[in-house]
């Protein structure tokens, strides 16, 4: 009996965790000239075919998820999963988090990048922030924060 109590609080636990931000994203718009053209890769609008946003953890789906809710927006990936060949021609890290499945560029049509910053560095899921000057994107990962980290780790000119 409790083998058959645990198998059900399973589905329940991610249920009750996926229905706190899939209703918002689910609505979030994605009218307007600027996505218009843009393809659609596994739910996600991708800024060109050579974007993968189908290897992403459900850990940077529902960071995701919490953008487009916020902003009532899709999100457009600039980048997300990474092989080894497509990391090094990005000028990527070698402990890159892409290869990781484990980050994602994207901006949001409409929306500053300054706004998109200050809620990444108010979003408990964010664990790294990447900044690019002269880039209307930011880079989100979801590693772990450093321990006593409040807000993500960040770099390149956040």
């Given at each position: 009996m409790n083998r058959l109590?645990?198998?059900?609080?399973?589905p329940l636990a991610a249920a009750m965790v996926l229905t706190g931000c899939v209703p918002l994203a689910m609505f979030a718009s994605s009218s307007g000239s600027a996505y218009r053209g843009l393809k659609s890769d596994w739910g996600t609008y991708v800024a060109s075919r050579d974007v993968n946003?189908?290897?992403l953890t459900p850990k940077l789906r529902l960071a995701i998820w919490?953008?487009?809710?916020?902003f009532g927006r899709k999100v457009v990936m600039n980048s997300g999963f990474r092989d080894e060949s497509h990391n090094a021609a990005a000028g990527g890290?070698?402990?890159s988090y892409?290869?990781?499945c484990m980050a994602a560029?994207?901006?949001i049509p409409g929306v500053p990048k300054s706004e998109l910053i200050k809620f990444a560095m108010s979003n408990d899921?964010?664990?790294g922030l990447g900044c690019y000057p002269a880039r209307d994107f930011i880079h989100v990962d979801v590693r772990d924060r450093p321990r006593g980290y409040r807000r993500p780790v960040t770099f390149s000119g956040c």
């Open positions: 109590v645990a198998l059900a609080a399973v946003a189908l290897c919490d953008f487009e809710g916020h890290q070698d402990n892409h290869k990781k560029d994207f901006q899921s964010v664990g």
